[in-house]
């Protein structure tokens, strides 16, 4: 863990959260979802788990997956994941934060766009594209650090909440970030950069409230 960070903000900055999507405020991942759904989970699922844990870039990774899923149709997919469960507290937490909460998901937007309209904040994410119902191809993959990077250059104090390895970057970059271990355990790096791990809502929902008092 890095303890040498979060040591405080200014009164003239405003806190701005930033939460990771899958596994940090789903209570399941989405893609090993989606192909339990269409019945090729152990192939998903495999990529996904070693994914999280660092063991393959992520930009291949996701890639990969998207090749495999990306064959089924969108508006399935979507619905599907539309009513995935949530961690209500910190959807709670976020609903009343609107303006000040950020979902930074390397998730593809075609297939969480009703998802996302739960949360009700801005979203920054991945980007597929289209053709015949289903995803042909990527256009854009989301670097979660150029999310932070953009808020904290406007003069805002941020705060991460991840959990896979893909998030590691974007949490040694913020000025205090917090290890999701809600669903399962945190990526090595993500632990490492990490300035607070939370294991229950609970406890990430006390460290979300008590941000470090303005200087």
């Known amino acids: 863990m890095n303890l040498n960070r979060g040591a405080g903000r200014t009164l003239a900055q405003d806190v701005k959260y930033v939460f990771d999507l899958d596994g940090t405020l789903t209570r399941v991942e989405t893609l090993p979802l989606i192909a339990r759904h269409f ?56 609903q009343r934060r609107q303006s000040d909460c950020i979902v930074a998901t390397g998730n593809l937007d075609v297939w969480i766009s009703t998802l996302l309209m739960r949360f009700g904040c801005q979203v920054h994410s991945s980007c597929g594209q289209v053709v015949d119902g289903k995803v042909s191809g990527v256009t854009h993959i989301l670097r979660k650090a150029d999310v932070v990077a953009a808020l904290q250059a406007r003069g805002n104090y941020v705060v991460f909440v991840g959990d896979g390895d893909n998030d590691a970057g974007a949490m040694r970059l913020a000025d205090l970030s917090i290890a999701c271990g809600l669903v399962h355990e945190p990526a090595e790096a993500v632990i490492a950069a990490a300035d607070h791990i939370a294991y229950r809502e609970t406890g990430l929902l006390d460290l979300l409230a008590d941000v470090t008092t303005p200087a």
């Open 39 to 94: 019945h090729i989970e152990e192939e998903i699922a495999e990529l996904t788990e070693r994914t999280i844990r660092g063991h393959i870039p992520f930009d291949d990774s996701f890639l990969k997956r998207v090749g495999i899923l990306g064959q089924f149709p969108v508006n399935e997919v979507d619905q599907l994941l539309a009513d995935i469960p949530l961690f209500e507290g910190l959807l709670e937490f976020i």
